[in-house]
């Protein structure tokens, strides 16, 4: 599969560079370094990490008026949270049609999920509001989980009370890599998750100083354990990882977003509430419903057209029937396991149009978004704890 869509995407780019004036290509490469005290959440074993590397190219082709072919090929690392790997971001051709004060169209192929304000652009950091993205919402360990489909996306676009309306119904398979089972269970020995299926409806209206968006999503991911039995197991060994055993990870959930500029400020909140289930895995009748909840808000001063300052608070709660996480004392584990509240504040300088430079730092008490979730380690994990990232990033445009 893979060795296609790389075939595609070069064939892509082909056609791209034979219709002049019909064709868009970007670049993007940046690089960054991550420091962590009192958490292994990113750099592992060491307290920093220049392990933050993304490299992307995209191309555009318009065909015909109504048909455009478009494609991502990506190269992406992010400490131990996303082992180094090429993969297309998305690759689809899509077919737009005019309807009365705007247009309707399908795209088919691998599309992005359209999941709040930027779940369809993170990976790109001109258009991401931060190095790192508010994890009640954007959580990088679930990003497998929320990314991109391999599937069909009904889109529209609509000019309405001075303003666009833009809306996507989209459904097909999760593109799941192993950084997923790394993430949820510690280990890739015992097994792997793939996706089950994704459905998502999501709408977004803009005006000069507004934008609202809602979205709602369904997805559910399979575990499927190794046929064959683990040689540590076969001789008895106990070893830390979860039982051979299938199971499923569901996740049902909303999100609601706004975002408002009054001249030189803007202020951006995003609202998540929704149902994580989780079964088998760790035993053969296990299974538990968590209700979570997430929000940030995230205050901006555009100091000019070069730089950008802001203070963000991220909190998030991993089951709401017990959000102080007092139950986790019967697996051993410390309550501040439940729920992460995450103080940051940062910049973003546009030192030339084409590089970007951000820095800014965090203050968490807890760690309900560091990984891995099902085997979490109190060793390793303080209840409060800092990271500081700096980034520089360059895109290109031909």
């Not at 993430?183 to 089950?196: P, R």
Request: charged letters at 20%; a negative charge; proline letters at 4%.
């Amino acid at each position: 599969m893979k060795k296609v869509v790389y075939l595609l995407f070069c064939q892509l780019l082909i056609c791209a560079e034979t219709s002049a004036g019909e064709v868009q290509l970007n670049a993007y490469l940046s690089q960054g370094a991550v420091m962590v005290e009192g958490s292994e959440f990113f750099t592992g074993d060491d307290d920093s990490s220049l392990k933050l590397s993304e490299a992307t190219l995209t191309a555009s082709w318009r065909a015909l008026d109504a048909l455009r072919f478009a494609g991502a090929l990506g190269v992406r690392q992010r400490g131990n949270l996303t082992e180094e790997h090429i993969q297309a971001d998305y690759l689809f051709a899509e077919l737009m049609f005019p309807v009365a004060e705007g247009a309707i169209g399908v795209r088919l192929g691998r599309v992005k999920n359209e999941v709040g304000f930027y779940s369809s652009t993170r990976d790109v950091p001109f258009s991401r509001p931060g190095i790192f993205l508010p994890q009640s919402i954007y959580a990088d360990y679930y990003r497998d989980a929320q990314l991109h489909i391999n599937g069909g996306d009904v889109v529209g676009r609509h000019f309405v009370l001075d303003g666009q309306l833009e809306w996507h119904l989209s459904g097909g398979q999760l593109h799941v890599t192993e950084d997923l089972t790394q993430n949820s269970l510690g280990t890739t020995a015992a097994g792997q998750f793939d996706s089950d299926y994704f459905y998502a409806f999501d709408l977004d209206f803009r005006t000069d100083n507004l934008r609202l968006g809602a979205s709602l999503y369904q997805s559910r991911l399979g575990y499927n354990p190794k046929s064959a039995v683990m040689p540590e197991l076969a001789m008895g060994i106990s070893v830390d990882t979860p039982q051979n055993l299938p199971g499923n990870i569901e996740l049902f959930n909303y999100v609601l977003s706004a975002q408002y500029r009054w001249q030189q400020f803007e202020l951006t909140a995003e609202y998540l509430r929704g149902v994580r289930t989780l079964s088998g895995m760790m035993a053969k009748d296990w299974e538990i419903e968590e209700p979570n909840r997430g929000f940030y808000i995230d205050s901006r001063w555009l100091v000019n057209d070069a730089l950008d300052l802001f203070v963000r608070y991220d909190d998030a709660v991993d089951n709401l029937s017990d959000p102080g996480g007092d139950g986790l004392a019967v697996i051993g584990n410390p309550d501040y396991f439940g729920y992460s509240r995450d103080w940051s504040t940062g910049l973003q300088w546009r030192i030339t149009p084409n590089w970007l430079l951000s820095a800014e730092y965090h203050h968490i008490e807890g760690a309900s978004w560091v990984p891995p979730i099902l085997t979490k380690d109190p060793l390793t994990q303080d209840k409060y704890w800092t990271l500081v990232a700096i980034q520089l990033a360059y895109r290109m445009q031909w």
